[in-house]
């Protein structure tokens, strides 16, 4: 085996990465397909997810992939999706919780219903899918190779902004307090659990800020590295974990964003 390979290659491991129709997780889909994968892409519209899987295994990468719908934001949803992978796979290397809604209303406006679903998906729906799917990860984890769990939260998820995102920003510190309470857990059954905490990619989630060139070029210009994040970056960090360079990670907060996580307006004594 290659090198490379041998630190960064996925082939022969089934993976499952939730709202992988668009945005990051298609980004992470497409670099484990790459990588030699075997990835089920599941979201709220299957019809999406069979056309995202097509499209992927049409690239003649070395991996699969095969869509499906699924919806973490419901006990019942959760129960389905879980069902539906065990009947597809009695291994599961990697878990990818990429799925995530957000809401956006003035704090004196903000809506009871608009934390309940934001906190539903991205907290709840993350927890109880994990726990199911356990036995899969048990089966497919080793001393050498351990199964993996990568959780989606986000740069709002270290530093005290909101946006109006209330619920957003919460859902997202939970979700980085919960990945390190995991982590612990988890090592015992060589299962390694980190996170990704990126700053601004296009998706359809911050389409309202990144959609056209120009606009993501203006956000870019207020990140520490000045640009925002392009789709290398998520598939190079995807593969990192994933791979043999990840088997010795766990409990990490990777901050996919450009410096934003160290970036403040605070000055002592420099003007």
């Avoid at 790459?34 to 097509?54: F, H, M, N, T, Y």
């Avoid at 009695?90 to 903000?110: M, Q, R």
């Avoid at 990840?246 to 000055?267: E, R, W």
């Amino acid at each position: 085996m290659a090198y490379l390979d041998e630190l960064f290659s996925v082939a022969g491991k089934t993976a499952l990465v939730t709202g992988a129709a668009t945005g990051i997780g298609r980004m992470i889909a497409t670099a484990l397909v790459q990588g030699g994968a075997r990835v089920l892409i599941a979201s709220r519209k299957a019809a999406d997810c069979e056309k995202v899987a097509a499209e992927l295994n049409a690239m003649g990468a070395p991996g699969s992939a095969e869509g499906f719908g699924a919806d973490v934001s419901t006990e019942q949803g959760v129960d389905a999706l879980a069902a539906e992978v065990k009947a597809r796979t009695d291994k599961l290397h990697i878990l990818v919780n990429n799925a995530g809604v957000s809401w956006g209303a003035p704090l004196e406006a903000f809506p009871y219903s608009g934390w309940a679903k934001v906190l539903n998906v991205n907290v709840t729906g993350l927890f109880h899918l994990t726990r199911q799917l356990l036995p899969l990860l048990d089966a497919a984890a080793s001393d050498e190779d351990p199964a993996r769990v990568i959780n989606l939260g986000s740069v709002m998820g270290t530093q005290p902004l909101a946006d109006d995102a209330y619920s957003y920003t919460a859902s997202k510190a939970a979700v980085h307090h919960l990945t390190k309470t995991l982590a612990n857990e988890f090592a015992s059954r060589r299962i390694t659990v980190n996170a990704f905490a990126p700053g601004p990619f296009q998706s359809r989630m911050t389409a309202f800020a990144t959609a056209s060139d120009d606009q993501a070029k203006t956000v870019g210009s207020r990140v520490p590295l000045g640009r925002i994040g392009a789709p290398s970056d998520i598939a190079a960090a995807t593969l990192f974990l994933c791979g043999r360079g990840g088997s010795y990670v766990t409990g990490a907060i990777l901050p996919l964003d450009g410096g934003q996580s160290v970036q403040h307006g605070m000055t002592l004594f420099k003007e």
